[in-house]
């Protein structure tokens, strides 16, 4: 008896190979059947990676050309109007990306990761009927190669809760319409085989919700229960706990219920419920979405734990999610240390370690052979150099936190602005920029050269200081107030203040699927986190060198930092934001006294990291609050303190955003119209800020007559005096012949709107 279960496998392939393929595609430079051919080639690949390890339960239909939502859209024929002219794979593409004739589909995050789904387009007219060939094909094709499959779905709930109507309305109102579908779906894939596992990913149940979602649990699962005996119905939950679905599901004609334990420990709560109803557990113990080697002793005893309540045989060993979140195998990690990557674990170790403990829980040591033997020694042993290394522990970083009494600024808001409004002199309605320039091909060469080593230190900076003078001579000449040094040095706001970061890790390999065909990297912090020197320091005073104008500095904040790297689990992740605070803190203080008045502390993904229960957000606001402040604590009075967020929906974290206490804060909001905006006058925000007056995400130039009636627009509902004018991100995506022509109308409209 081994019980191993993984919910999902990542698809891209440990070289990006699907990536590479769909690029290569759209760029019309392979057909179509090319894709078809690697993708085939992937599946076979991934399942017998699963199945070498041991893997019980392998899932088909986790794999998807772009996106698992966009492919339950499909399956349930939810085409919006605009594509219905098209078919097959223009048509799914079309949907995901858009075309010359119509938007893409809006794209949005997956819970509280990095991955993005297709927000299917829904409407009472649509026409719901079954397409069931992928899921089928995918089952049969893992079939005839020997491998027998569960069917992974995304439930129809948790569809229902991320899809939007089009035509008004409630998507739950939907749910007559799309069920007969999924049931026609069942009944197909019930004349499969004898017994099938269909497993229904509901992870909207990790999320607060109402008793009338919750009550649709019961109406769903009962009717998918009693479709064919042929058919178990494992429903799962992940990245928090489930417990009101629990309840609901223990009474209903399920067969499995699958737990996340590790980020939803409450999870343990609903053992006794789960005992009683007889069902079986799929405990995810193996983290579906970090990076560290499994502790298999702390694991085995969770699950012993567990249990104590829920007999042995109805338990099986489950990763806590898809392992999508994670990157592929450590297999080309060639350049990592030997015990860093002793530490870590991606995808396809987790098989082995799911395998290792299902082993272990349900037979005990003596059951293992040699090579398992070995496994497990190895284990425990890369375990304790982890929790014993001096890599990790800074006993001066960890002095430096119990000593701290600095925890805010000196002075309050109101002398603060007054202060920095007489120091830096900046008129009405100042103009800046987000910080960075077009990446160019010749600067993206030279920070390649300079990596590889090919080109030297001093022609590389002279390289970047011949962009920074261009930045600055083109910002002058357009007349902006605030100057930026255009964030040359710079492949990724992140990543590049972790490579100077004592305790971050980078791989080489170690890409997960943000969305489609596009993979980040993100670097791991592992240790202590320490700044050697300074980081930013000699590019921002050499940029302040070349202008009598105000060049403002650029940091990336503590809680960005934090939420777009893979975080060490062995600490509390507030004391790992706080380090960077400290960090940052000292990176201010050496800004400031180098003769730069005003820097920016970047906090783009600060509502990213927002736990999905209400009752944990509290929290989560206190420590990034805290630590934001930290970071900027030791900025002078006169030092004027920015902050930018790509978001335009603050409605709901507007007073935490106030509480970070930056003097000036820049927003999207070009994009969402703005209505939005009227939130902050009716709070009465009191900060200075710069709302974004044109898009960049789009390659078009906005015209002065627009951002004359967008800032029109803006003061309508926020004072003059308050009111910064800047475009609504960075520019780093853009290209010069976009970005010269848009902020020129800028400055210009700013012009007309202070004559007018
Ligand atoms: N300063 C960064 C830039 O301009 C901010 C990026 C972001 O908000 N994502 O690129
Ligand atoms: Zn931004």
């Given at each position: 008896?081994?019980?191993?279960?993984?919910?999902?496998?990542?698809?891209?392939?440990?070289?990006?190979?699907?990536?590479?393929?769909?690029?290569?595609?759209?760029?019309?430079?392979?057909?179509?059947?090319?894709?078809?051919?690697?993708?085939?080639?992937?599946?076979?690949?991934?399942?017998?990676?699963?199945?070498?390890?041991?893997?019980?339960?392998?899932?088909?239909?986790?794999?998807?050309?772009?996106?698992?939502?966009?492919?339950?859209?499909?399956?349930?024929?939810?085409?919006?109007?605009?594509?219905?002219?098209?078919?097959?794979?223009?048509?799914?593409?079309?949907?995901?990306?858009?075309?010359?004739?119509?938007v893409a589909?809006e794209m949005t995050k997956?819970?509280?990761?990095?991955?993005h789904?297709?927000v299917?387009?829904?409407?009472?007219?649509?026409?719901?009927?079954?397409?069931?060939?992928?899921?089928?094909?995918?089952?049969?094709?893992?079939?005839?190669?020997?491998?027998?499959?569960?069917?992974?779905?995304?439930?129809?709930?948790?569809?229902?809760?991320?899809?939007k109507?089009?035509?008004?309305?409630?998507?739950?109102?939907?749910?007559?319409?799309?069920?007969?579908?999924?049931?026609?779906?069942?009944?197909?894939?019930?004349?499969?085989?004898?017994?099938?596992?269909?497993?229904?990913?509901?992870?909207?149940?990790?999320?607060?919700?109402?008793?009338?979602?919750?009550?649709?649990?019961?109406?769903?699962?009962?009717?998918?229960?009693?479709?064919?005996?042929?058919?178990?119905?494992?429903?799962?939950?992940?990245?928090?706990?489930?417990?009101?679905?629990?309840?609901?599901?223990?009474?209903?004609?399920?067969?499995?219920?699958?737990?996340?334990?590790?980020?939803?420990?409450?999870?343990?709560?609903?053992?006794?419920?789960?005992?009683?109803?007889?069902?079986?557990?799929?405990?995810?113990?193996?983290?579906?979405?970090?990076?560290?080697?499994?502790?298999?002793?702390?694991?085995?005893?969770?699950?012993?734990?567990?249990?104590?309540?829920?007999?042995?045989?109805?338990?099986?060993?489950?990763?806590?999610?898809?392992?999508?979140?994670?990157?592929?195998?450590?297999?080309?990690?060639?350049?990592?240390?030997?015990?860093?990557?002793?530490?870590?674990?991606?995808?396809?170790?987790?098989?082995?370690?799911?395998?290792?403990?299902?082993?272990?829980?349900?037979?005990?040591?003596?059951?293992?052979?040699?090579?398992?033997?070995?496994?497990?020694?190895?284990?425990?042993?890369?375990?304790?150099?982890?929790?014993?290394?001096?890599?990790?522990?800074?006993?001066?970083?960890?002095?430096?936190?119990?000593?701290?009494?600095?925890?805010?600024?000196?002075?309050?808001?109101?002398?603060?602005?007054?202060?920095?409004?007489?120091?830096?002199?900046y008129p009405i309605l100042p103009t800046t920029t987000i910080g960075s320039f077009?990446?160019?091909?010749?600067?993206?060469?030279?920070?390649?050269?300079?990596?590889?080593?090919?080109?030297?230190?001093?022609?590389?900076?002279?390289?970047?200081?011949?962009?920074?003078?261009?930045?600055?001579?083109?910002?002058?000449?357009c007349?902006l107030d605030v100057?930026v040094?255009?964030?040359?040095?710079?492949?990724?706001m992140?990543?590049?203040?972790?490579?100077?970061?004592?305790?971050?890790?980078?791989?080489?390999?170690?890409?997960?699927?943000?969305?489609?065909?596009?993979?980040?990297?993100?670097?791991?912090?592992?240790?202590?986190?320490?700044?050697?020197?300074?980081?930013?320091?000699?590019?921002?005073?050499?940029?302040?060198?070349?202008?009598?104008?105000?060049?403002k500095?650029m940091?990336t904040g503590?809680v960005t930092?934090?939420?777009?790297?893979?975080?060490?689990?062995?600490?509390?992740?507030?004391?790992?934001?706080?380090?960077?605070?400290?960090?940052?803190?000292?990176?201010?203080?050496?800004?400031?006294?180098?003769?730069?008045?005003i820097?920016q502390v970047d906090e783009a993904a600060f509502k990213e990291g927002y736990?999905?229960?209400?009752?944990?957000?509290?929290?989560?606001?206190?420590?990034?609050?805290?630590?934001f402040?930290?970071?900027?604590?030791?900025?002078?009075?006169?030092?004027q303190i920015h902050t930018h967020m790509c978001y335009s929906e603050f409605n709901d974290i507007i007073k935490t955003i106030e509480a970070m206490d930056a003097d000036v804060i820049s927003i999207e909001t070009a994009r969402s119209g703005n209505e939005l905006l009227k939130i902050f006058k009716k709070v009465g925000y009191k900060q200075e800020i710069g709302p974004g007056v044109y898009d960049i995400h789009s390659p078009r130039v906005p015209s002065v007559d627009e951002i004359v009636n967008q800032i029109k627009l803006l003061l309508e509902v926020l004072p003059k005096e308050q009111l910064w004018i800047n475009p609504d991100c960075g520019l780093k995506t853009r290209?010069?012949?976009e970005v010269?022509p848009s902020l020129k109308n800028m400055t210009q409209a700013v012009k007309i709107v202070k004559?007018s």
């Open positions: 008896m081994s019980k191993s279960y993984v919910i999902g496998f990542p698809r891209i392939g440990e070289q990006r190979e699907l990536k590479k393929v769909l690029e290569s595609f759209w760029a019309k430079k392979c057909p179509f059947s090319e894709v078809q051919k690697v993708a085939k080639e992937l599946r076979l690949r991934h399942w017998s990676y699963q199945k070498k390890s041991h893997i019980e339960y392998i899932s088909s239909n986790d794999f998807s050309l772009y996106d698992n939502m966009l492919d339950t859209a499909i399956m349930l024929n939810a085409i919006p109007k605009r594509f219905r002219d098209l078919k097959d794979h223009e048509l799914y593409f079309s949907m995901a990306r858009g075309d010359s004739l119509r589909m997956w819970f509280n990761t990095n991955y789904y297709i299917p387009e829904l409407s009472l007219e649509d026409e719901y009927k079954l397409n069931s060939s992928k899921i089928i094909n995918e089952y049969k094709e893992a079939k005839d190669h020997g491998f027998k499959t569960k069917i992974n779905l995304i439930g129809p709930i948790t569809f229902l809760a991320l899809s109507r089009v035509d008004g309305g409630d998507t739950y109102e939907l749910i007559d319409k799309i069920l007969p579908i999924y049931e026609e779906l069942l009944k197909e894939i019930s004349t499969l085989d004898d017994q099938i596992v269909i497993q229904f990913d509901e992870p909207i149940f990790a999320k607060d919700n109402e008793t009338r979602v919750l009550s649709l649990l019961k109406i769903v699962y009962d009717k998918f229960g009693s479709i064919s005996k042929n058919l178990k119905i494992a429903v799962i939950t992940y990245f928090d706990h489930s417990n009101e679905a629990t309840k609901v599901l223990v009474n209903s004609l399920v067969d499995y219920i699958g737990l996340d334990f590790l980020y939803g420990k409450e999870n343990l709560k609903s053992l006794d419920l789960i005992a009683n109803s007889g069902k079986k557990l799929i405990a995810g113990v193996v983290d579906g979405r970090n990076i560290w080697r499994n502790d298999i002793q702390n694991s085995i005893k969770l699950l012993k734990e567990i249990s104590q309540t829920i007999p042995k045989e109805d338990i099986i060993i489950s990763s806590s999610c898809s392992l999508l979140h994670t990157p592929f195998s450590l297999k080309y990690e060639d350049k990592m240390s030997s015990d860093l990557k002793s530490w870590l674990s991606f995808a396809v170790e987790k098989l082995d370690e799911i395998a290792l403990i299902s082993k272990i829980f349900l037979h005990d040591i003596d059951s293992l052979n040699e090579s398992e033997k070995r496994a497990l020694e190895d284990n425990i042993k890369a375990n304790n150099s982890r929790k014993n290394s001096p890599k990790i522990h800074n006993d001066k970083i960890q002095q430096k936190i119990k000593n701290l009494t600095k925890f805010q600024r000196d002075d309050k808001f109101e002398d603060r602005i007054k202060a920095q409004r007489d120091a830096l002199k077009p990446q160019t091909k010749e600067v993206r060469k030279a920070r390649a050269e300079f990596k590889k080593g090919s080109i030297s230190q001093e022609k590389y900076e002279q390289k970047m200081k011949e962009y920074i003078d261009d930045c600055i001579a083109f910002q002058e000449e007349g100057l040094h255009g964030e040359p040095e710079r492949n990724d992140v990543e590049y203040f972790g490579e100077q970061l004592n305790g971050y890790g980078f791989s080489q390999n170690g890409w997960v699927q943000s969305y489609g065909s596009r993979c980040v990297k993100p670097p791991f912090i592992y240790g202590d986190i320490s700044r050697a020197k300074p980081m930013t320091l000699n590019w921002i005073k050499y940029a302040q060198s070349k202008t009598k104008k105000i060049v500095g940091l503590p930092m934090l939420n777009w790297s893979f975080v060490r689990d062995d600490k509390p992740k507030d004391e790992v934001s706080k380090q960077l605070a400290i960090a940052l803190s000292d990176e201010i203080d050496d800004l400031q006294n180098g003769g730069i008045k820097i736990p999905l229960r209400e009752s944990k957000i509290k929290s989560y606001e206190k420590w990034a609050i805290r630590d402040k930290i970071a900027t604590s030791k900025a002078k009075k006169e030092t290209k010069w012949e010269k004559n």
